[in-house]
C-alpha cells in the first residue's frame, strides 16, 4: 500500500494540525510488501479532549483509544506503561503530550513492530526494525519484553504468519523467551487459547510451533502431553 492509502481512513474529520502515523504490523507488512491486515495509528503531542471535540469516540476503559467518527478505525495516543501486576493485563498506562513517539515504540515488542510511518512517507525507526526485517529476524525492543509472557506466544505467531519470509529469532530473544516459559502460567486460559489458535490458523503452523520445545512451551502450555 501508498502512505496515502495507509492514511486515507482518517479523511473526513479535520487533522492537519495533528501529528499522526501508522504503526506496528502495518508498517512492518508495507515494507515486505503485503497488504496489511489492520493498519494502526498514534497521535503525538495531544490530548484526549482534542479528538474528542473532532468527533472520535473513546473505546476501552485501560487504553488510550479512540474510534474515527466515520471510518471507525482505532487512533492510539501515544503512551508509555509500567507493570503492576503479573499477568498480560497488569499494566498501568501513562499518555499525555509529552509522549515522544519513541517512547511510545519503546514498549512495543519486536523491533519490526517498533516502526512508524509519517504522512509524508517517512520511516521512524529507533530499534532497527528495518535493519531485522531485511535480516528476516524477530528480535525484542527492549527488556521490558520479560513484563508480558503473551509476547512469547505472540512470538511463535509471527513466526508462523511470516513464514514464507524465513523469520528466525534473534539468539538474545531466544534466551529471553525461554526465561519467561514458566510465566506462561499467569495468562488465562482463554487467552493462551485465542493467541494458539491464531498460530494455528497462520499460514504455518509448523514455523511457529517447532519452537514449543527448544523455548520450553511445551511443559508449560500441556505438561500431561509430556507423560505420553
Given amino acids: ?13 479535520p487533522i492537519d494540525d ?14 515486505l510488501g503485503r497488504k496489511p491486515h489492520d493498519v494502526d495509528y498514534v497521535a503525538v503531542g495531544t490530548t484526549e479532549r482534542v479528538l474528542l471535540d473532532r468527533g ?8 488510550p ?5 466515520v471510518s471507525h478505525v482505532e487512533v492510539a495516543l501515544a503512551r508509555t506503561e509500567r507493570k503492576v501486576h503479573a499477568g498480560h493485563t497488569g ?3 501513562h499518555a499525555d503530550p509529552s509522549v515522544r513517539l519513541e517512547d511510545d515504540l519503546l514498549r512495543r515488542d519486536f523491533t ?8 509524508t512517507g517517512d520511516l521512524i525507526d529507533p530499534y532497527g526494525g528495518h535493519h531485522d526485517l531485511s535480516s528476516r529476524v524477530l528480535r525484542h525492543v527492549s527488556d521490558a519484553f520479560k513484563e508480558d509472557p503473551l509476547r512469547v506466544l505472540r512470538g511463535l505467531r509471527f513466526l508462523s504468519q ?3 519470509y524465513g523469520f528466525t529469532l534473534a539468539e538474545t530473544t531466544q534466551t529471553l523467551m525461554a526465561s519467561m516459559a514458566e510465566r506462561l502460567t499467569e495468562l488465562s486460559p482463554e487467552r493462551v487459547v485465542t493467541e494458539m489458535d491464531r498460530t494455528l490458523h497462520a499460514a504455518d503452523p509448523c514455523a511457529g510451533l517447532r519452537w514449543l520445545g527448544p523455548l520450553g512451551i511445551g511443559p508449560v502450555l500441556a505438561p500431561a502431553l509430556q507423560q505420553i
Fill in 162 to 164: 511470516l513464514a514464507e
Fill in 112 to 119: 519490526v513492530n517498533a516502526m512508524a510511518l509519517s504522512r
Fill in 1 to 13: 500500500m501508498t502512505t496515502d492509502e495507509l492514511f486515507a481512513p482518517l479523511a473526513g474529520v
Fill in 91 to 93: 499494566f498501568t498506562v
Fill in 18 to 31: 495533528l501529528d499522526l502515523y501508522v504503526v506496528g504490523g502495518a508498517v512492518r507488512d508495507t515494507l
Fill in 65 to 69: 483509544v479512540f474510534l474515527h467518527p
Fill in 56 to 63: 472520535f469516540q473513546p473505546v476501552g476503559a485501560d487504553f
